[in-house]
């Protein structure tokens, strides 16, 4: 974990110690890996906050590799997004590498294993080899196929390549052990024959793609890897990925390091999950704000700066676990608690007439930004006779823990006068649609002696202010672990997007810039939406609220 100013310490970061202390290393080599199918999501932060953060303090490089082996699920859109990712968040990485560069490569290390008897083609329908594998407590049969020669495996593969079988007809498979413990040895499949399918890289130069466990290890021997990190449901594939690099002659043997996947409570991380949320308009596509993608929380509001603090608070440990929700809001909070400028939006407004305030007059007043920082400087407000406030910020009869304006009773205006609510006009249904006050022009910047003012309300000027959008986002799942007791669709909130119109916002806020983000006073932190917002129809998200609502009942 890591303390403020800190570098974090972890098990990782121990190991490299050593091996920087020992002389096995005089540098460390990471990589980003991802699959180009699909877009990053938080979890994928915290092993790009792993791999790009170790070598900012150790001498070194990271490298972004796109694992793309599968080209049937594979897109060049998805490679964009994930490079845009990855710079948001902070990092540059030193070489963009794709595994698919490396297939001449790995066909030729194919061919030296099958020489030297370490791999053979094999003639088992997949289902065939399903049924050989064996299982937990079952050891396998080996192939029939096995014990061919090494001439003929080296012809047949020769034709696959060729593109003289049809799909599934064989396979090559390393040669290691049918009644190994670790089923992941039992003489894995390290090609496949695949017709028909355009690579965003190759094309159609290949009709057979090596596996994952075949062409993880070989390109990070090739990119002179040293520490390859990764989830710990690799853990039982790191004795394959030793073995690969143990029977080739490549001269370079990274040291695999798993370490626990990010789970992220009340959402789904796997792209799979991600991709169906995108692909039945569950949501607004893969940068909807309430997406766990680094996209969607982008787009949300969320800065590079509270994602990589939530990574490092989160730390690196070996032990699964769920991180609740609240703790990735936290870190926005507080960063948008320290640099945030405050404004005043009204998101419920109800007309407030200051009966005795000069008709066809401004006052401009002033007020700070940011209660802390002063050199966030402040601002000019125009006061006029008639304003809004929040509808929830009145009522009729109240009891004195009610904060705010009562009929009769006093408050603040912020960064302006206290006010006296004398009358509230209803209309034919009962229903207040305005209220009637005096401002006491005695208040600016000091309290009415000898008077109790309930406490302090924000509003907008009505004939200053701008009306807008503003959508408040709830969590995506309603249950903790989304799809635990059945099909994960159940449990979908059907209330996680509420947009609310006609919000009054002081006026500039529309002109903000994107990424610009604010906290609306007693509401939350907003942010104009990059998609949806035009200046003519300003739209803001709310990006976390003030305090977390997670624990207790909604705020809202
Ligand atoms: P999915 O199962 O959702 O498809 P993946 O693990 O296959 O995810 P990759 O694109 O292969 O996704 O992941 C790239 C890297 O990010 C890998 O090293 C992977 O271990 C890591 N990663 C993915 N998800 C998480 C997570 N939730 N927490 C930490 N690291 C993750
Ligand atoms: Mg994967």
Known sequence: ???????????????????????????????????PNGYLHIGHAKSIV??????????????????????????????????????????????????????????????????????????????????????????GRESPYRERPVDENLDLFARMRAGEFEDGARTLRARIDMASPNINMRDPTLYRIRHGLIHHQTGDEWCIYPMYD???????????????????EF???????????DNISIGCHPRQIEFSRLNLEYTVMSKRKLTQLVQENRVNGWDDPRMPTIAGLRRRGYTPESIRAFCDAIGI?????????????????????????????????????????????????????????????????????????????????????????????????????VIRCDEAIKDEAGNIVELHCTYDPDTLGKNPEGRKVRGVIHW???????????????????????????????????????????CMVEPGLAQAADGERFQFEREGYFCLDSVDSTPDKPVFNRVVSLRDSWGGSNEN
């Open 235 to 245: 853990e039982d594939h790191r004795p394959l990925y030793d073995w690969v690099l």
């Open 460 to 502: 907008v000027s009505a004939k200053h202010g701008q009306s807008v959008e503003v959508r408040l986002y709830d969590r995506l799942f309603r249950s903790p672990e989304p799809g635990r007791e059945g099909d994960f669709h159940d449990d979908i909130n059907p209330d996680s997007l509420k947009i609310l119109t006609g």
């Open 1 to 35: 974990m890591s303390g403020v100013g800190n570098k974090p310490t972890n098990f990782i970061r121990q190991i490299i110690d050593q091996d920087l202390a020992s002389g096995k290393h005089a540098e460390v080599h990471t990589r980003f890996p991802p699959e």
């Open 317 to 417: 440990t070996k032990s699964e676990g769920t991180v609740e929700m609240g703790v990735l809001e936290n870190s926005i909070r507080s960063h948008l608690d320290a640099v945030a400028p405050r404004r005043m939006a009204v998101l419920d407004p109800l007309k407030l007439v200051i009966t005795n305030f000069p008709e066809d007059t401004d006052e401009i007043l002033s007020a700070n930004n940011h209660p802390k920082d002063e050199s966030l400087g402040s601002r000019e407000l125009s006061l006029s006779r008639e304003v809004y406030i929040d509808r929830a910020d009145f009522r009729e009869t109240a009891n004195k823990k009610y904060k705010r304006l009562v009929l009769n009773g006093e408050v603040r205006l912020r960064n302006a006068y």
């Open 214 to 232: 075949y062409t993880h290890p070989i390109s990070d021997a090739i990119e002179g890897i040293t520490h390859s990190l990764c989830t710990l």
């Open 50 to 139: 792993l791999n790009f953060g170790l070598i900012e303090d150790y001498p070194g490089t990271c490298n972004l590799r796109f694992d793309d082996t599968n080209p049937a699920k594979e897109e060049e859109e998805f490679v964009e997004a994930i490079k845009a990712d990855v710079n948001w968040l902070g990092y540059q990485w030193k070489e963009l590498r794709f595994a698919s560069d490396y297939f001449e490569q790995l066909y030729d290390y194919a061919v030296e294993l099958i020489r030297t008897g370490k791999a053979f083609i094999c003639d088992l329908t997949p289902e065939q080899v399903r049924d050989y594998r064996g299982t937990l407590t079952e050891p």
